[in-house]
């Protein structure tokens, strides 16, 4: 027969709430919890059980609009709070019921709920959640579960609330706590481009592109390289420069823009600091930079030389991967830095991707068709494409001498059998 298990040892399971007990969890935090019920904006509910019962509740709801410790400490700017604001959440309630109290009870059901928070977040309400906050009345406790579970104090409020659209002055101070979910998530919140991890609709396409960490804006980054291609425009009613536009196109095309409405759209997006890294034209006006429309992007881009744009962009990109700006993110790298099996088999293979097509009514000398080739290393993020006329189609059966000119240890696979 097993041992009775004292209270502590129990099995804990933290959980979000069903669609049947809502009622049940309002009650029990209007009875338990001194600011009552309550849980506003994107609201996500925990329960921690106990052997089959309740045995602390935790509630989630929409940032505050503003804390001035908290805006310090992430140190982003008015526009990107209001862009991200989304991805940070509050713990605006959380007690344990009191026939349930123990030791180590509140920070072990914190940190369990936090550690599945921003998938639920996503599930929920389609988006992640990277930082939270929490707020806690010095006068009632000293935050002791907060502090066990890695938040950070970063000051008191103004001891103001906000009720009805206004802000009116209590006076009560209270302590601003936030803690990061994810690693490098000031940098996420603060970042000039959109981080891939913000974006669940993008994230399984771009993973790996983050484009705060290419050469953009340097001596030798993007834009100062397409200054080279020329402009075909007539020079009255130009909006735009050639580079910007240029340098959006492939910017937006890495982060999975498939159409000329897709890059217009990433354009629009983009906050204001992104645009004055690409040298975006400012509005007289306002002063704000402005981005070009998809109509700008695609007359740009149909008018232009294309061969000179296509070398730059893939010598850039080659370049962004052999300094590991491209091929992972901050996130990956981690796991990328483990040393390798040396059991793994597949360690020493390289793979490359080929595909050629025939060119419709090209002929060569002696009236050979001519083929074009394309090649991309699957190791990498950015695709090498060249069109090359090929005297025999069967070359890219049977090998190609110049793609195994990069790597004379590459094995040939006769593809005809």
């Not at 061969?307 to 052999?322: C, K, M, R, T």
């Not at 597949?346 to 083929?371: P, Q």
């Amino acid at each position: 027969m097993e041992p009775n298990r004292s209270r502590h040892d129990r099995p804990l399971i933290v959980r979000p709430i069903d669609a049947g007990e809502r009622q049940r969890f309002d009650e029990e935090l209007e009875r338990s919890h001194w600011l009552g019920g309550g849980l506003v904006g994107e609201v996500m509910r925990y329960i921690a059980v106990v052997d089959g019962e309740w045995a602390a509740l935790i509630g989630f709801g929409s940032a505050a609009l503003v804390v001035k410790a908290r805006d310090e400490h992430i140190g982003w700017s008015e526009q990107e709070c209001w862009r991200r604001l989304r991805y940070v959440t509050n713990n605006q309630r959380f007690c344990v019921l009191e026939e349930h109290r123990r030791p180590n009870l509140a920070s072990e059901v914190l940190s369990r709920a936090l550690r599945r928070l921003s998938t639920d977040f996503e599930e929920r309400w389609g988006h992640p959640v990277v930082l939270v906050e929490t707020f806690t009345d010095p006068a009632r406790h000293r935050g002791t579960c907060y502090q066990a579970s890695n938040f950070t104090a970063l000051g008191r409020t103004a001891g103001f609330a906000r009720k009805a659209g206004h802000f009116t002055h209590h006076g009560a101070q209270k302590v601003v706590w936030a803690r990061a979910l994810r690693r490098g998530a000031l940098g996420m919140l603060t970042s000039d481009f959109d981080h891939p991890f913000l974006d669940p609709s993008r994230r399984a396409v771009v993973a790996a592109i983050d484009l705060n960490r290419v050469d953009l804006d340097g001596a030798d980054g993007l834009l100062a390289r397409l200054e080279a291609v020329p402009d075909p425009r007539m020079k009255r009613g130009v909006r735009h420069r050639v580079a910007p536009i240029l340098a959006v196109a492939a910017l937006a095309t890495l982060r999975g823009a498939k159409s000329f409405n897709a890059i217009g759209d990433t354009a629009a997006e983009l906050p204001q600091e992104a645009l004055r890294r690409l040298d975006m034209r400012a509005s007289p006006r306002t002063g704000k930079f402005i981005a070009p429309d998809s109509s700008t992007i695609r007359r740009t881009l149909n008018a232009i030389d294309r061969n000179p744009f296509d070398e730059i962009v893939g010598s850039w990109l080659a370049e962004q991967v052999s300094a590991k700006r491209l091929g992972q993110s901050r996130d990956d790298e981690n796991s990328a830095s483990k040393e390798p099996d040396d059991d793994d088999p597949s360690k020493d293979l390289a793979a490359i991707a080929v595909d050629g097509k025939t060119l419709r009514g090209a002929r060569l000398e002696g009236g050979v068709a001519a083929h074009i080739k394309a090649r991309h290393p699957m190791a990498y993020a950015e695709a090498f494409a060249v069109a090359t006329a090929l005297a025999h189609r069967a070359t890219l059966l049977t090998g190609d001498p110049e793609i195994l000119d990069a790597d004379p240890t590459w094995p040939v696979v006769d593809l005809r059998s």
